[in-house]
């Protein structure tokens, strides 16, 4: 069992849609991590969190939103996506600093209509 | 930029011992990781090792680390049927919370 929990595990979208995919964990970590993984590719990075707040945004397009609202949960709110933004959305955190392992969720499988 | 290279596809026999390779490329990298990867799940960390040891073993798990050619390997002795996912290493280069993972070994077991 991930002590990285990510809620949904699936969402159907169409593109006008608004939702927000949730992450949470309890583990004490403060720097979180949003990723997107294609089929049969490795994860790409998406965003960091460190302290809640922004440190890394790797050129993410404007309709994916992040927010930290506290140190135990990251949400990723979702708006006007493309068929091309279908893919798994992975979740990961760690302690901070360098050279900390990364734990991530088991992520929510997206697909935008 | 380079990628980190991992071959596509491994298959071994239930019992057998599997070997996973990895060529990564940054040389600042103060920890490799190897991942695990099951069919609709997130990624498992495995194992990891520090850049100046040349070893690390953890139960069935044996990394194998050469520095001087960049190249990682993972060994998992008496390979299962419940091994099979895809594996993927990963370097994190130093300042820097990103990692780099590799292109990812899809590994079967044959029972």
């Known amino acids: 069992d991930t002590e990285v929990t990510q809620t949904p595990k699936h969402l159907v979208m169409g593109m006008t849609n608004k939702k927000s995919l949730k992450c949470e964990q309890h583990?004490?970590?403060?720097?979180m991590y949003w990723y997107k993984q294609k089929a049969k590719k490795p994860p790409e990075l998406m965003f960091v969190y460190s302290y809640e707040k922004l440190s890394i945004n790797e050129s993410v397009p404007s309709r994916f939103s992040p927010e930290c609202p506290n140190s135990s949960l990251l949400n990723l709110h979702l708006h006007a996506l493309q068929p091309e933004d279908s893919a798994l959305y992975l979740c990961?955190?760690?302690?901070?600093?360098?050279?900390?392992?990364?734990?991530f969720g088991d992520g929510t499988r997206l697909s935008i209509l | 930029g380079e990628d980190v290279e991992q071959s596509l596809f491994l298959s071994v026999r239930e019992g057998d011992s599997s070997v996973i390779n990895c060529t990564y490329t940054?040389?600042?990298?103060?920890?490799l990781y190897w991942y695990k990867q099951e069919p609709g799940a997130g990624l498992q960390l495995l194992t990891y090792?520090?850049?100046?040891?040349d070893m690390k073993q953890d139960q069935r798990l044996t990394v194998l680390l050469n520095k001087k050619d960049k190249h990682l390997s993972l060994r998992i002795a008496d390979t299962q049927t419940g091994d099979s996912a895809i594996y993927f290493c990963?370097?994190?280069?130093?300042?820097?919370?990103?990692?780099?993972f590799g292109t990812g070994t899809r590994l079967k077991v044959l029972a």
């Open positions: 583990m004490g970590h403060r720097a």
């Open positions: 940054d040389s600042s990298s103060t920890y």
């Open positions: 090792i520090f850049s100046n040891m």
């Open positions: 990963a370097e994190n280069p130093s300042g820097t919370y990103k990692y780099i």
């Open positions: 990961a955190s760690s302690h901070t600093g360098e050279n900390q392992p990364q734990h």
